[in-house]
């Protein structure tokens, strides 16, 4: 890139940066310091607000550089990650977000330990908290690595080794100074940032093709040397049967992860009532469902203009498609419309991994401190508030994101957040689910639950072609795969279901009808509700 993209991209880099510290020293100024402040922002929000923040939240460096690159270079088979991203928004709106917001205070496990016994079912979704954050993070820091490595020209791994250590210094500010407050204020500004980013960028590539939707599409098609091939199902999961259930497998991950996501979850804490908290979710379909339909004109739109070559030369994965699109709309490399619109959208996309970060950091660190932390301090003399260990534990956790992100920063952003809703889906969605619906789960069911799901998802991402057996694998020099699947969702997520039904039929434990129906009864309507 020329030095005025690098000039006016960080230019705008600096201005979001500066805007959100400000947002974050303000709101350190006027905190008190309670968990519920720090967590939950004191209840504050109003739906519309939380509804932003929800979208902010979710439409990640995965939705805006990772799907656009996968429609770019697969086509169809690319818009799967869209229809299941949105398509999940209907598991989460009916079954969890209201009953959610009534059952629990902070986190996943105040849910489930409403009606078990809190010490190892809180260190049990604790657990699994951190390991889908931690997993979510490394999504975001590939990206955030990616962004700069186009901006500089692609030849300095320095910058992107520094990028990714200074987006997680980035986050564990935010997170450390102005907790919930401040974090969805920021991913209130990423959202309408992004969303009239997208909005111009759509409205453009449109306009190229005189609002021909046909013809984008038969454009693309030919681009891509496939032909119709293109627009059909199987390009990158056709053929054999491994690819079919690898299909199956994603999208089921995709579908279920949703509603098991720890940060998505804690989002329904930020209001004051059960009914606030559905109405969030009805604000964010609507701006994450306008969101994907577009990125999916963007993805067709850099295929056809940009062409699966150059987007796959500029970074093998398509994470750096929908910047070289703005450029190709903006006049072309060199073109002062080209300058202005790379920049932005680059801005935009650090924003969104920024915004994220932050989030997902911060729900870590309070399974880390209100979860763990609290279960297991009694075996200590001297006792620390929940709020200081969760921002020793931001730092911790943020650390660890930025190891894994140099590690991981070949592969597609969007297909690493895929693995993170695999685990989701396994190990959090059956307890919570059971929790909420199944009258005679018991504790030993709900730990099972949790760890029959989450082990198997990480112990067959690491023995998958994720990790070793081929050239795009994290350690392309070994051989130790013995999964065939890249995404584990077809085989975990049935395990984590099935031994939370084992842990419960096999139970001396008898379950606790009383607080069942009391949970029930708190769920349904909000009787009670913190």
């Known amino acids: 890139m020329t030095g005025d993209h ?13 805007v959100t510290l400000a947002i974050t020293t303000w709101v350190s100024r006027h905190r008190h310091g309670s968990a519920e402040e720090f967590y939950a922002g004191g209840r504050l929000f109003s739906p519309l607000e939380n509804g932003f ?17 996968l429609i770019a270079l697969y086509g169809y088979d690319g818009m799967l990650y869209s229809v299941g991203f949105l398509v999940a928004w209907l598991v989460v709106l009916l079954l969890v977000a209201e009953l959610v917001r009534n059952c629990g205070r902070f986190t996943l496990a105040d ?99 005189h609002g021909d939707v ?39 991950a995709l579908v279920l992860g949703t509603a098991g996501l720890p940060h998505i979850l804690s989002r329904f804490y930020t209001v004051p009532t059960a009914r606030a908290a ?43 498609a929908v910047p070289l699109l703005a450029l190709d709309l903006g006049g072309g490399a060199g073109s002062t419309g080209g300058t202005v619109l790379f920049a932005i959208v680059a801005a935009v996309a650090f924003a969104t991994i920024l915004a994220v970060v932050a989030g997902i950091t911060l729900a870590s660190s309070a399974s880390v401190a209100h979860d763990l932390y609290s279960s297991l301090r009694r075996r200590h003399a001297r006792q620390y508030s929940e709020v200081a260990v969760a921002r020793v534990a931001a730092a911790g956790i943020g650390a ?8 991981a920063r070949d592969l597609n952003v969007a ?60 350690f392309p020099g070994f051989d130790f795969q013995l999964f065939p699947l890249q995404n584990p969702g077809v085989v975990s997520i049935p395990l984590g279901f099935l031994a939370g039904w084992i842990g419960t039929v096999t139970s001396s434990e008898p379950p606790d009808e009383a607080r069942h129906a009391e949970t029930e009864v708190r769920a349904l309507t909000g009787a009670g509700a913190v």
């Open 6 to 18: 690098q000039t006016l991209a960080l230019v705008l880099f600096s201005v979001f940066v500066a």
């Open 53 to 69: 923040a929800i979208a902010g939240d979710y439409m990640s460096a995965a939705s805006f550089l990772g799907i656009s690159g």
């Open 111 to 209: 849910v489930v330990a409403a009606r078990m016994a809190e010490r190892p079912v809180r260190i049990a979704a604790g657990t699994s908290s951190v390991a889908v954050s931690v997993l979510y993070l490394v999504a975001q820091m590939v990206g955030a690595g990616s962004l700069v490595a186009l901006l500089l020209g692609g030849s300095s791994e320095a910058a992107r080794s520094w990028t990714v250590i200074g987006v997680g210094a980035l986050m564990v500010i935010y997170v450390s100074l102005g907790g919930m407050r401040a974090t969805t204020w920021i991913q209130i500004v990423k959202a309408v940032l992004l969303m009239a980013g997208t909005v111009a960028l759509t409205v453009l590539v449109l306009l190229r093709f």
């Open 214 to 252: 046909n013809s984008l599409l038969s454009t693309a098609a030919e681009r891509s040397g496939h032909g119709l091939g293109f627009l059909a199902p199987g390009l990158r999961y056709g053929g054999d049967w491994t690819a079919r259930l690898d299909f199956i497998s994603l999208g089921l």
């Open 278 to 320: 559905r109405r969030s979710v009805v604000w964010s379909i609507g701006l994450i469902g306008s969101f994907y339909l577009m990125s999916i004109v963007l993805g067709f739109g850099a295929a056809a203009l940009i062409g699966p070559d150059e987007v796959r030369a500029s970074n093998a994965s398509g994470n750096t």
């Open 400 to 407: 660890a994101a930025i190891g894994l992100g140099l590690l």
């Open 415 to 474: 297909f690493l957040v895929g693995l993170a809703f695999a685990v989701a889906a396994s190990a959090n969605l059956p307890v919570l689910l059971y929790s909420l619906f199944w009258r005679k789960f018991t504790t030993r069911g709900a730990v099972w639950s949790v760890y029959g799901g989450l082990i198997p998802a990480v112990l067959l991402v690491l023995v998958s072609p994720v990790v070793s057996g081929s050239a795009e694998s994290l």
